[in-house]
C-alpha cells in the first residue's frame, strides 16, 4: 500500500487538537502497518528495539547507531512523522549533538532526550538516578543547537517524578522549556490527578506528552481523555512487542505441541496473505519495467 507523504509541520500538527496518537513501532513492518492503520504519527520505541533485536529489557544496551539503522529502514518504508527515542543521547552534551544530527539525516521529526544518567532504565523500572538539572539543560541547548532543520523537534522528558518527587520534575520541565525544547514529557506520574497537575503547570508552554505503558507506573487513560486533560501527543510505545510476544509464544507451543501450525491459522496470515500485506505483487510488476532497459 502507498503510504501518504510526511505532514508538512509535525510541530504544526502537535500546536492543535486533537492529540496525535502515536503508537510505537520497532521495525519497517510494524511502521507500515501501524502506518496503513491511519495514524498520523509513529514512534520509534528504545524499549522495542532492545526486546526485539536483542532479546533484552530496556536498560540502556541499545546503541545510538543501532537506533539510526532501524530509523533508516523504517524511512524507506514509510513518511509519516517519526518521533525517535534517543534514550540520554547516548553521553554529554557533545554525544547528544552528534545523535541529533544522525538522526536527522536518517529522517527523524523528533528526537525525545531524557535527564538520566547513562546507561538509562526504562522509565517505568526503579532505581533511576539522574544528571544534574543544569547538565541536562546544555544536553537541550547543544540538540536544539545541532539540528538543521526547525522542524526536527526536540523533546524533552524528566524523570524525576520517581527520584526527586513531583514537584521537582515539573520544575526540571520548566528549565528544560527555557533551554529551547520544543516538547515536554514527563515521565511516570501515578495517578490522573498526577496527569492533570503536569497540563495545569506546564500546558500553557509547550505541547506536552504523555506515555502509556500496560502494566506500568501510569494509569492508561483513552487518548480523548488524555486530549481533554491537555496533552498533544500520546505514545503506546511497547505495547506492540507485548501483543506480538504473546502471539509468538502462544504460536511456539501450539507447533510444539501439535507437530503441526493447524491450530493458528486463524490468527495467521499465509503466505498469500502476507505478500498481499507487503505488496510483492506490486513491486515485482514495477521491477519488470526495468528488465531490457524498459521504460
Do not use: W
Request: glycine share 10%.
Amino acid at each position: 500500500m502507498t503510504h501518504p507523504p510526511a505532514q508538512a509541520s509535525f510541530r504544526d500538527r502537535l500546536a492543535r487538537r486533537p492529540i496525535v496518537v502515536a503508537p510505537g513501532v520497532y521495525d519497517a513492518l510494524t511502521a507500515s502497518i501501524a502506518a496503513d492503520a491511519g495514524f498520523e504519527a509513529l514512534y520509534l520505541s528504545g524499549a522495542g528495539i532492545a526486546y526485539t533485536r536483542l532479546g533484552r529489557p530496556d536498560i540502556g544496551l541499545v546503541s545510538m547507531s543501532e537506533v539510526a539503522e532501524v530509523l533508516t529502514l523504517i524511512r524507506e518504508r514509510v513518511a509519516l512523522p517519526v518521533v525517535v527515542d534517543a534514550d540520554t543521547g547516548y553521553g554529554n552534551a557533545l554525544n547528544v549533538q552528534r545523535t541529533v544530527r544522525v538522526f536527522e539525516r536518517a529522517g527523524a521529526s523528533a528526537l525525545q532526550i531524557e535527564d538520566q544518567t547513562f546507561p538509562k532504565r526504562c522509565g517505568h523500572l526503579s532505581d533511576k538516578s539522574l544528571v544534574p538539572v543544569g547538565e541536562m539543560v546544555g544536553k537541550i541547548r547543544a540538540a536544539v543547537d545541532a539540528r538543521e532543520n526547525r522542524e526536527t523537534l526536540v523533546i524533552a522528558r524528566t524523570d524525576a517524578v520517581a527520584v526527586e518527587g513531583f514537584d521537582a520534575a515539573l520544575e526540571r520541565a520548566g528549565r528544560y522549556a527555557e533551554a529551547g525544547a520544543d516538547v515536554l514529557f514527563v515521565e511516570a506520574p501515578k495517578t490522573r490527578a498526577e496527569l492533570g497537575r503536569i497540563t495545569g503547570a506546564l500546558g500553557g508552554r509547550l505541547p506536552l506528552m504523555a506515555n502509556m505503558v500496560e502494566g506500568g507506573l501510569t494509569p492508561v487513560l483513552p487518548a480523548a481523555e488524555l486530549d481533554a486533560l491537555g496533552f498533544g501527543l500520546v505514545i503506546f510505545p511497547g505495547g506492540i512487542v507485548r501483543a506480538i510476544a504473546r502471539a509468538a509464544q502462544d504460536f511456539y507451543a501450539v507447533l510444539r505441541r501439535d507437530g503441526t501450525t493447524d491450530a493458528m491459522r486463524d490468527r495467521m496470515f499465509d503466505f498469500q496473505g502476507i505478500n498481499a500485506l507487503l505488496g510483492t505483487d506490486a513491486m515485482l510488476e514495477r521491477g519488470k519495467g526495468y528488465e531490457d532497459g524498459g521504460s
